[in-house]
């Protein structure tokens, strides 16, 4: 078997059925299996999966055990030559699998491959490559320097060298990530791609930024920008420069100042407001009356040639693919003021995310 994705889920049930047609489709010319992990969910996730995704393995864990001892539970049900560790609020196009793994193929030394990621609104996320955080390089980032932490030189489209990549979307090698033992379960949540990375690095292998390829991140539905994210990310910071630098007092003293900065900025942090005065459903057919939900008027149209602006945008899933989905948010972001979502049509559904610091929004129509 080519590829074992796996999708580690906590309470985020129409994120993941979305992530999952997505999935279904990118794998749909590739050797490969879905296994989802579910870490306790209150909601119907475990039901879905079982319902809609019969094919899919799901290992239903009785308690939250946190991120990387959920996906390493996971790693040890795979089959697959290569792994996708895969966040579940995301989207990934037709195009990306089979992308990443023939662009592994040509680097013989190869670790982990990322991609461009975007959030909701369709802007870049600069997480999807980053440098080694040093404790100095932590520092400026902290007081808002972030040329030494994110790697900017590395244009977004394109390919390259990354020493850190994002755990929402990681693709490695089962042997390799066997090797460094996967993901270090002293960490919960946070921080644990940061360690895995730099082990791959530490092992002589080179990471990869493959810009070639595009995904959506929601981003908020796992990453909440509040008082207990701060807490756990400096906290697994902590942890990490433990066991990869030389603990000393100005260390110390850096991660107690990053807790203090970070829980008074996530004060200040509120979602974004779209200011939106229509809606416009992409899609072969009309359904108008499944859009009483709606407060903005509705207009239906088969193609987009030009998004309008200050529009709601709701992309038919079953009428335009995932990869142009994907494009078209790419390429119309700030300038027209809109906000996305994506209609489900077979589940009736639409979410989207108009900000990656606060939960998305899921309409069921």
């Known amino acids: 078997m080519k590829l074992s994705v796996i999708i580690l889920n906590y309470n985020v049930r129409y994120f993941l059925e979305l992530c999952l047609r997505s999935v279904e489709a990118a794998i749909h010319n590739i050797d490969a299996e879905v296994i989802v992990v579910d870490n306790n969910s209150a909601d119907d996730s475990c039901k879905m999966v079982k319902q809609l995704f019969p094919k899919v393995k799901l290992i239903e864990n009785k ?10 539970i996971g790693v040890k049900a795979a089959k697959g030559e290569y792994l996708c560790i895969l966040n579940p609020d995301t989207v990934v196009a037709e195009d990306t699998f089979g992308k990443i793994i023939e662009f592994a193929e040509t680097k013989p030394n190869c670790g982990i491959i990322g991609c461009q990621l975007i959030d909701g609104q369709g802007k870049f996320l600069p997480e999807s490559k980053r440098q080694i955080p040093t404790p100095n390089v932590a520092f400026q980032k902290l007081i808002g320097k972030t040329d030494n932490y994110y790697l900017n030189q590395l244009k977004p489209n394109a390919n390259g060298k990354a020493d850190i990549l994002v755990g929402a979307f990681m693709v490695i ?23 895995l990375s730099y082990k791959i690095l530490k092992a002589g292998y080179t990471n990869y930024y493959c810009g070639h390829t595009t995904i959506i991140h929601f981003k908020g539905e796992s990453t909440l920008k509040d008082k207990i994210y701060a807490k756990r990310f400096y906290g697994a910071m902590a942890i990490f420069y433990e066991k990869h630098f030389k603990s000393n007092a100005l260390l110390t003293n850096l991660i107690k100042l990053g807790l203090n900065l970070a829980s008074l900025q996530s004060r200040r942090l509120k979602p974004v407001n779209v200011n939106i005065e229509k809606s416009i459903v992409v899609s072969k057919t009309e359904y108008k009356t499944r859009y009483t939900k709606l407060k903005q008027p509705v207009k239906f149209i088969s193609q987009l040639e030009e998004l309008p602006k200050k529009a709601m945008i709701i992309f038919d899933s079953e009428s335009i693919s995932y990869k142009r989905i994907i494009d078209l948010m790419k390429d119309n972001t700030e300038a027209n003021q809109n906000a996305y979502r994506i209609w489900l049509k077979s589940s009736n559904f639409i979410l989207g995310s108009d900000s990656s610091i606060g939960r998305g929004e899921v309409v069921n129509l």
């Open 63 to 72: 308690n939250n055990s946190g991120f990387s001892k959920g996906n390493n």
């Open 173 to 195: 090698k089962k042997r390799i990530y066997d090797e460094v033992k996967g993901f270090d379960e002293d960490y919960f949540m946070y921080g644990e791609d940061i360690d």
